[in-house]
């Protein structure tokens, strides 16, 4: 079965960087874009962008342009986000989802908490 | 940015009702709209995809329509566990942006 399996929680300071994984199985990894979505505490969500893993082709929302890199390891079947520059208001659980113009499986989410 | 205003946030039914949401994009997006249940504490779920399609699994009491700019999300038979936020998602456009939510209480 599709399962997205994600990193465990952290804690970092304002001005650190942070690189969640997102480890996926069941289907063939190269051919299906992988998003990241955020989520601030009673907040909506929100896209940040998405890797195709065959190609290693990239799509950022603008306002994270420059701050968020998506990349992916073929060998392993994972996808990784890193943001960096981090603000308080960085501090959201991070998903990532499956699909292409849709996201039909969901990892459970990473919580990063941004403070002093 | 396609900005897709959805309303109410929050709404408040009772059992066997039937509940509608609406989303509105900020200019045309043809049909390209999925929906999306979220419980307390979990991931998001499709539930509908290209306005109207229903997700795999997904009980028939959901559905949705709509087109250009107005799209509805609708639940015939409100269930208990129902109880949820919703959002809807354009990908019309990049960056692909969801609606505000709606909060459903029972």
């Known amino acids: 079965q599709v399962q997205l399996v994600q990193s465990g929680a952290e804690m970092k300071k304002p001005g650190a960087s942070v690189k969640v994984s997102c480890r996926t199985s069941?289907?063939?990894?190269?051919?299906?874009?992988v998003h990241w979505v955020r989520q601030a505490p009673g907040q909506g969500l929100e896209w940040l962008g998405r890797i195709l893993p065959d190609s290693a082709g990239t799509a950022y929302s603008p306002k994270f342009q420059g701050r968020v890199t998506i990349t992916r390891d073929m060998s392993i079947g994972t996808v990784y986000m890193e943001l960096s520059s981090l603000r308080p208001d960085d501090t959201a659980v991070y998903y990532c989802a499956r699909g292409d113009s849709l996201f039909d499986f969901w990892g459970q989410g990473t919580l990063v908490a941004v403070s002093s | 940015d396609i900005q897709m205003t959805q309303s109410p946030s929050s709404l408040s039914a009772s059992v066997g009702d039937k509940v509608t949401i609406t989303c509105q994009a900020s200019?045309?997006?043809?049909?390209?709209v999925n929906w999306y249940q979220q419980r307390p504490g979990k991931a998001p779920k499709l539930l509908i995809y290209?306005?109207?399609n229903l997700e795999k699994g997904v009980p028939s009491r959901f559905s949705g329509s709509g087109s250009r700019t107005d799209f509805t999300f609708t639940i015939s038979s409100l269930q208990p566990e129902d109880i949820a936020t919703y959002y809807c998602?354009?990908?019309?456009?990049?960056?692909?942006?969801f609606g505000g939510g709606t909060r459903l209480e029972i």
């Open positions: 290209q306005t109207s």
């Open positions: 069941g289907y063939p990894f190269g051919a299906f874009y």
């Open positions: 200019q045309d997006i043809t049909n390209y």
């Open positions: 998602q354009q990908y019309d456009d990049f960056p692909l942006t």
